[in-house]
């Protein structure tokens, strides 16, 4: 004990007789996960922060320093002095990013979204998601993260925010329709139809009636997930041989509701399912205008459909 409390001192007495200095300008500098001691000591020293590389290194195995410097994006200056250098990685007090992660992203979005900022590796970000099935739990709303954090705990902090947010609701509802990874799984759905959050609880209920009716649900976006859940691209214009697709995302062949969710759902589209309009409508149409309309037949429905293609025609000029 005396030998290291010896060693810290004397590396503290040679670190201040060098940097006499005072401090410069702010420096952005780097700590990769899983550097240590002497690849943060070089980075430091290579950007002028501290002036050995050897002293850092020396005083962080003095005070049990080595095995706790945390990775990161810091905003450091130069001639900072090599204890406060050493105390700031140590603590972690890196420059953090905001990431928004927008309701309706699916978990690729969400893993490319993170390595554009810097802060995760897409790759690592999706084997973790998907060893845990975690599509749809992941919590969308604006996040502060440290660059270099591992990709796990990324996942993690979105899922104890589904959590903290989206089981409370389920739960408080009282229905016994749905179970929560049900719930959950609609929910997604309505999250990516909808245009207008007041459409939500009419969208969901015509899913609820045409699930109650045993009839397919014929969701544009569970084929869209389908096609495009390992390249995070929604497609837009589904094609015939899109809706023939053999998946059992494709709930223009499967009955039912898909395996899972496919994409991260916010609080509006999860009351939707909890708290559905009350209608008879078993179809929609997208109005070309951020709308819907509702029809309780199918013969209601094609008009609707004819209508909104003159009237887009007479638009057009056609």
Not at 151 to 171: D, G, L, S, Y
Request: hydrophobic share 45%.
């Amino acid at each position: 004990m005396r030998l290291r409390t010896a060693a810290a001192g004397a590396a503290l007495a040679l670190a201040a007789a060098l940097f006499l200095l005072p401090a410069g300008p702010d420096v952005r500098v780097e700590v990769p996960a899983g550097a240590g001691a002497s690849e943060t000591a070089r980075l430091l020293k290579a950007a002028g922060v501290i002036p050995s590389a050897f002293i850092f290194k020396a005083l962080a195995k003095a005070t049990g320093s080595d095995h706790k410097l945390k990775p990161g994006l810091y905003v450091l200056r130069r001639r900072m002095g090599t204890l406060e250098a050493l105390r700031w990685i140590r603590e972690g007090r890196s420059e953090q990013v905001k990431i928004v992660i927008p309701e309706g992203f699916m978990a690729r979005q969400i893993a490319d979204r993170l390595q554009e900022a810097g802060v995760a590796d897409s790759a690592a970000f999706m084997d973790y998601v998907r060893s845990n099935n975690m599509e749809g739990y992941l919590f969308p709303a604006s996040y502060f993260f440290h660059r270099g954090l591992p990709a796990e705990e990324i996942a993690h902090h979105m899922h104890v925010n589904f959590r903290r947010f989206i089981e409370p609701e389920v739960a408080k509802a009282g229905q016994q329709r749905f179970t929560l990874a049900q719930a959950v799984t609609l929910a997604s759905i309505v999250q990516r139809e909808a245009r207008l959050q007041s459409e939500m609880p009419m969208i969901a209920a015509v899913y609820i009636n045409r699930l109650d009716k045993r009839m397919r649900l014929e969701a544009d976006p569970t084929v869209q997930y389908a096609l495009g859940k390992d390249s995070g691209e929604w497609k837009k214009a589904l094609t015939r041989a899109d809706l023939g697709l053999l998946s059992k995302y494709n709930t223009y062949q499967y009955f039912g509701l898909p395996p899972g969710p496919i994409c991260s759902p916010g609080l509006d589209a999860v009351r939707a399912v909890l708290f559905p309009a009350q209608t008879d409508a078993l179809y929609f149409v997208a109005d070309r205008a951020g709308g819907h309309i509702f029809s309780r037949t199918l013969d209601e429905h094609i008009n609707a459909r004819n209508r909104i293609k003159r009237a887009f025609s007479r638009r057009q000029g056609w």
